[in-house]
């Protein structure tokens, strides 16, 4: 079921002033419409952020959620979208039925928090069971996607699900009812190109899938078996005046004519069984990381074919987790199990590695979301509701160290927009701003 909130009406001059000044600025805010931002850079273009913050300074708003989740947040204009999950796998002990699985896509005005509405999805197939590793994320990791006048998201086994701005749906296309061996979940977020909307399907599908975005209608398909366990986002290189889709599924990074999903090139990966984070790009040279062996490499976009000798740039051991490194200044920056790593992006050679400084009290670290950077500051957000800030810098200088209190984990990757900070945990949303 659908609800949304009445709007009031402004009835003195002064406070239509006032609204109709914050619609303007609202038709210049900086969009962060997909996961990690624009084109998946995990960069913002806001200026003035706030340095420090606790659950009573520098806030905003907060909001509770209906259920859990561990997708981001994503903006556009002056809404903000999230999706979650109830009914099952919200207790390990007493997980319910699966049939009762419910998912939630939701909007929120961005500057009161209010919610504008919101859609329920009922589980068409029986998702993975709520044990083991999926218990860490339950069933709605995926983020959503928006142009501003259609919001796409991935509901597991279900489907890949088109909704207008007011929340009605207009297609919905079952893209498999596979699991992966380990039956974590799903996790893959999908991005939009054209007329199209992108998602690597691989645990329920073994495939990467582009939709039309008008109907929902397959535009094109790749499919292989060894995508199975692959759960990262495609990034979009732009290179000698052509673009790539370049993916990173086990074994191999690929790039793909985004029109009509042909290969362009291949490489050889050795990040070869499970496939987590998505690709950091810099120059046209693309960097993926993450397995439980801890391998990283580097490849430079525009070649043709198996580049695997002509094109790998280097490859290596660099420890890292589930998240996404950000690049800034010719390196690269993440963290995992409370350390900050830097790597230099020609060589691959760490350029630190230091233990982060925590809040007497605080708790342990941990690595699912994806690092960001707004100008000469790098953002590194724990599952434990603590985000530390650093200094883009060759030599580890740590700016501040921010813990948010809250009763569930902060597994997903902030949204940033127009020097606003939207942090979601699996309970609350939270917008930081001076």
Same mark, same amino acid.
């Given at each position: 079921m659908k609800s949304i909130a009445s709007t009031a009406s402004f009835v003195f001059p002064a406070a239509f002033l006032v609204s109709f000044a914050a619609l303007l600025a609202n038709c210049h805010a900086e969009n962060w419409a997909r996961f990690r931002g624009p084109n998946g850079t995990g960069v913002s273009e806001s200026k003035n952020i706030p340095l420090e913050w606790d659950n009573e300074t520098n806030i905003k708003w907060t909001v509770d959620l209906p259920g859990k989740g561990s997708s981001s947040p994503v903006v556009f204009e002056d809404r903000i979208f999230l999706t979650a999950y109830t009914s099952?796998?919200? &207790?390990?002990?007493?997980? =319910?039925?699966?049939a009762d699985l419910k998912r939630h896509l939701l909007c929120f005005d961005r500057n009161m928090g209010t919610e504008l509405w919101r859609t329920t999805v009922d589980s068409e197939h029986e998702e993975d069971p709520y044990?083991?590793?999926?218990?860490?994320? !339950?069933?709605? @990791? @995926?983020?959503?996607?928006? &142009?501003?006048?259609?919001?796409?998201?991935?509901?597991?086994?279900?489907?890949?699900?088109?909704? &207008?701005?007011?929340?009605?749906?207009?297609?919905?296309?079952?893209? =498999?009812?596979?699991?992966?061996?380990?039956?974590? !979940?799903?996790?893959?977020?999908?991005?939009?190109? /054209?007329?199209? #909307?992108? #998602?690597?399907? =691989? *645990? #329920? =599908?073994?495939?990467?899938?582009?939709? *039309? /975005? @008008? &109907?929902?209608?397959?535009?094109? /398909?790749? @499919?292989?078996?060894k995508f199975t366990s692959c759960w990262s986002t495609p990034s979009m290189v732009e290179i000698d005046g052509h673009k790539e889709l370049v993916c990173s599924t086990p074994g191999k990074i690929i790039a793909l004519n985004p029109d009509d999903g042909e290969e362009i090139w291949r490489a050889d990966s050795p990040i070869d069984r499970t496939v987590c984070g998505s690709l950091a790009e810099l120059d046209g040279v693309v960097f993926a990381m993450g397995g439980r062996e801890g391998r990283a490499v580097a490849v430079k976009a525009g070649g043709r074919g198996d580049v695997t000798e002509t094109h790998t740039v280097w490859s290596g051991a660099l420890r890292s987790g589930i998240g996404t490194p950000v690049v800034a200044d010719g390196r690269l920056y993440w963290t995992s199990t409370g350390i900050a790593f830097c790597a230099d992006c020609e060589t691959g050679k760490y350029v630190f590695k230091e233990r982060i400084k925590q809040k007497k009290g605080g708790r342990p670290a941990g690595d699912y979301a994806s690092a960001l950077r707004v100008g000469d500051q790098v953002l590194l957000t724990t599952r434990s509701g603590a985000?530390?800030?650093?200094?883009?810098?060759?030599?580890?200088?740590?700016?501040?160290s921010n813990q948010l209190e809250d009763e569930g984990l902060f597994n997903a990757t902030p949204a940033i927009s127009n020097g606003e900070i939207f942090i979601r945990s699996e309970s609350k949303l939270y917008c930081i701003a001076k």
């Open positions: 099952y796998g919200l &207790d390990r002990e007493n997980p =319910g039925e699966p044990k083991g590793f999926i218990c860490d994320h !339950g069933y709605a @990791s @995926s983020t959503p996607a928006t &142009d501003g006048q259609q919001v796409f998201v991935l509901f597991g086994k279900t489907g890949l699900l088109a909704f &207008d701005m007011e929340g009605n749906q207009q297609w919905k296309t079952n893209l =498999g009812t596979d699991s992966d061996p380990a039956r974590w !979940g799903g996790g893959a977020s999908c991005m939009l190109y /054209k007329d199209k #909307v992108i #998602v690597i399907a =691989g *645990n #329920v =599908g073994q495939a990467i899938v582009a939709l *039309n /975005k @008008s &109907d929902g209608s397959v535009a094109w /398909k790749v @499919s292989d078996e985000t530390y800030i650093l200094k883009a810098t060759a030599d580890f200088q740590q700016v501040a």
